[in-house]
């Protein structure tokens, strides 16, 4: 996907009103290259259609799409191609790059994730835990690294959590308000305790959220459900433990590390002058 006025105002924000001086004094203005956009480290790609967009927004429009998201890199692997005035590429470099690096790392963590409890029927799932105004570009990226998407606005669906509970007045007494007041909406509700999670259960909701339970816990939690509703489990899940909660056979596993804590993959630019340049 594209966003741009996100790419609007990242070279905006770039440029700062001014002019990129370094190239100004250094690049004479009628120099085309050939630049390639290359991996550094091995991971997933994404963002792939952002970085394009951003060449094309300076002008650069001779792009040559080799890989795209979600496909493997390995160190040395190019991603695009594109040739054109030099500093019109330069000017775009440092704002596709930072899209590139920062949706592929989110794509690579998410498979790493995703590798992690292979085997198992669970799927890892995104949270709302998300850089502001970069939403559906992150959560696009957890897609390309194999995961999947939980809501992505408030307004998709409900999700009853502890603070809503408590303003409540209990955890049945939540659901039946939201249930109420959208009959038709898709309900998930948090539970702390199996002893909650029971409570709840005679009220029919679509998804539990078992919030920081351990893999037995859930694995209790699966065998009381039999399958009535769906579970996902959060919280205190790790790289190390999560094959652990995902064969307790819970249907999800929300991790906000994806988006929040990814590493940046290292993509760089690799650029030479046209043989015919002037």
């Known amino acids: 996907m594209v966003d741009l006025d996100l790419i609007r105002k990242a070279l ?65 692997s190019v991603l695009l191609t594109v040739r054109g005035d030099t500093r019109a590429i330069l000017l775009a470099e440092r704002t596709a790059l930072n899209f590139l690096g920062h949706l592929s790392g989110i794509a690579t963590l998410t498979n790493t994730w995703v590798k992690a409890i292979a085997g198992t029927s669970c799927v890892i799932r995104d949270t709302r835990k998300t850089t502001p105004g970069m939403r559906l570009l992150e959560k696009a990226a957890v897609v390309a690294g194999g995961g999947s998407n939980h809501r992505l606005s408030l307004s998709d669906a409900a999700l009853i959590k502890d603070n809503h509970i408590a303003a409540a007045g209990g955890v049945v007494q939540a659901f039946a308000k939201v249930r109420t007041a959208f009959p038709d909406t898709f309900i998930e509700i948090e539970v702390d305790t199996l002893d909650q999670l029971k409570e709840v259960s005679a009220e029919n909701p679509d998804l539990v959220l078992l919030d920081n339970m351990s893999p037995e816990q859930c694995r209790a939690a699966v065998d009381f459900v039999a399958g009535r509703f769906k579970l996902e489990a959060s919280g205190g899940i790790s790289l190390e433990n999560a094959k652990a909660y995902a064969e307790s056979g819970v249907d999800y596993l929300a991790i906000g590390a994806l988006t929040h804590s990814a590493p940046v993959l290292d993509i760089g630019l690799d650029m030479t002058l046209e043989k015919d340049a002037k």
């Not at 924000?13 to 100004?24: K, M, N």
């Not at 004094?25 to 394009?52: C, H, P, Q, Y």
């Open 12 to 76: 905006a924000e770039d440029l700062a009103g001014g002019q990129d001086i370094t190239s100004v004094a250094t690049v004479s203005g009628d120099e085309r290259v050939v630049a390639d956009f290359v991996a550094r480290k091995s991971g997933v790609l994404a963002g792939i259609d952002m970085a394009v967009a951003t060449l094309n927004e300076v002008g650069i429009t001779d792009v040559e799409v080799k890989l795209r998201d979600g496909d493997q890199v390995q160190p040395g």
